[in-house]
């Protein structure tokens, strides 16, 4: 089994996936795997030490859920991984939120966007908090909001974020530093 090298080759079986080629999705799977893991690594260097959800148990759990996307149609490389890392940041946030807390009334935690890069035993009630402020920020500029969920969460780089929302590298770097400063005085609020 050969594993591709260049983001085309990706982008090409991609397609070929999409459009019902099994031997393709053989060939891609060493490459998707790598990937996700990268993302998911990314995810979960930001939780608690002690969390029971393991690295390979959300990639394992995010692979199973694309490959069942009969239906998808992946612009590229970047799409697909866009995509995933989007399906990470909900399966953590559902973990979070069904994770039972110390009592009733405690509720998540507000913690600035720099405070949420710190590991603590609180990663639960932060995660779940920023993605409240995201859900807001989406309300009323979606592609902030991309761009914070495909940098922070994804672990995606200027360029790959760029590449999935089709505008300019520079865009995406002014972008998120408009993205952290409202997000910082969203979450600085509470």
């Known amino acids: 089994m050969s594993v ?15 459009g019902g080629d099994s031997a393709a999705l053989e060939e891609l799977t060493p490459v998707i795997y790598a990937e996700l893991y990268r993302i998911a690594k990314n995810y979960m260097r930001r939780e608690r030490e002690n969390h029971t959800l393991q690295t390979s148990a959300l990639v394992n759990e995010a692979y199973m859920r694309l490959i069942d996307w009969k239906s998808a149609k992946w612009e590229n490389r970047a799409h697909f991984f866009g995509v995933s890392a989007q399906l990470m940041r909900r399966i953590l946030v559902d973990f979070a939120r069904k994770r039972p807390k110390i009592s009733n009334e405690e509720a998540a935690q507000h913690v600035s966007l720099e405070e949420a890069f710190v590991v603590s035993t609180e990663k639960d009630a932060d995660l779940v908090a920023l993605d409240e402020a995201l859900e807001e920020l989406t309300k009323f500029d979606e592609r902030k909001a991309k761009i914070v969920e495909l940098k922070f969460f994804g672990g995606l780089s200027v360029e790959e ?13 002014r972008e998120w530093q408009k993205a952290k400063a409202w997000l910082y005085r969203e979450l600085s609020s509470e």
């Open 4 to 18: 591709p090298a260049e983001n085309h080759d990706v982008t090409e079986l991609l397609q070929k996936w999409s």
């Open 161 to 173: 974020t760029a590449e999935v929302l089709k505008i300019a590298p520079i865009t995406v770097m």
